[in-house]
T-cell receptor, first 113, second 113 residues
Framework: DVKVTQSSRYLVKRTGEKVFLECVQD?????MFWYRQDPGLGLRLIYF???????EKGDIPEGYSVSREKKERFSLILESASTNQTSMYLCASSLPGDTDTQYFGPGTRLTVL | AQSVTQLGSHVSVSEGALVLLRCNYS??????LFWYVQYPNQGLQLLLKYTSAATLVKGINGFEAEFKKSETSFHLTKPSAHMSDAAEYFCALTKHTGNQFYFGTGTSLTVIP
């Protein structure tokens, strides 16, 4: 069965802290994605990766970075968390074809105080 | 340019009534379209997808969607709503560049007993 896991379901951090969100998939997928979800805005792509050590900016990369050292793991890093980064963060993975399904993790609800 | 528009951020139906969630797209290339469902505090789960085969696509939980090129639509329907259908629904369009998606802003479905 397909599985994407995220390290935390709920996270509370303080402004200025460095925050790591981890995502692991067990499907040997090439592609991995990080989205943030906000009410009324849907899902917005932050970063994605097509392969190990590769990364591409999505639509809203400012304030974020990513790391993909192993195929199964894709980390999202908030270098200095700010209150406007309070959101639900969703990780997804997929095979590389245009018609391939993206499989999502359960999400991490991050609150920055 | 490619985009997805979901008409109606909130839809309420009575239990047993028809569910109709609207999605219109804009695409300069033949589109691949997806519907995902998100239950409270969970990630997104694929309901169905259109990949240029049959225009009427059947998905899980009794949902189906019809691709209508002339109307640039991909509306999601279910003949009879169940209480368990209450969730948020997202329409998505592939960008045709490495499985990146455009997501709509979502429609929250409430089922009234």
């Amino acid at each position: 069965d397909v599985k994407v896991t995220q390290s935390s379901r709920y996270l509370v951090k303080r402004t200025g802290e460095k925050v790591f969100l981890e995502c692991v998939q067990d499907m040997d997928h090439e592609n991995m994605f990080w989205y943030r979800q906000d009410p009324g805005l849907g899902l917005r792509l932050i970063y994605f990766s097509y392969d190990v050590k590769m990364k591409e900016k999505g639509d809203i990369p400012e304030g974020y970075s990513v790391s993909r050292e192993k195929k199964e793991r894709f980390s999202l890093i908030l270098e200095s968390a700010s209150t406007n980064q309070t959101s639900m963060y969703l990780c997804a993975s997929s095979l590389p074809g245009d018609t391939d399904t993206q499989y999502f993790g359960p999400g991490t609800r991050l609150t920055v105080l | 340019a490619q985009s997805v528009t979901q008409l109606g951020s909130h839809v309420s139906v009575s239990e047993g009534a028809l569910v109709l969630l609207r999605c219109n797209y804009s695409s300069s290339v033949p589109p691949y379209l997806f519907w995902y469902v998100q239950y409270p505090n969970q990630g997104l789960q694929l309901l169905l997808k259109y990949t240029s085969a049959a225009t009427l696509v059947k998905g899980i939980n009794g949902f189906e969607a019809e691709f209508k090129k002339s109307e640039t639509s991909f509306h999601l329907t279910k003949p009879s709503a169940h209480m368990s259908d209450a969730a948020e629904y997202f329409c998505a369009l592939t960008k045709h560049t490495g499985n990146q998606f455009y997501f709509g802003t979502g429609t929250s479905l409430t089922v009234i007993p």
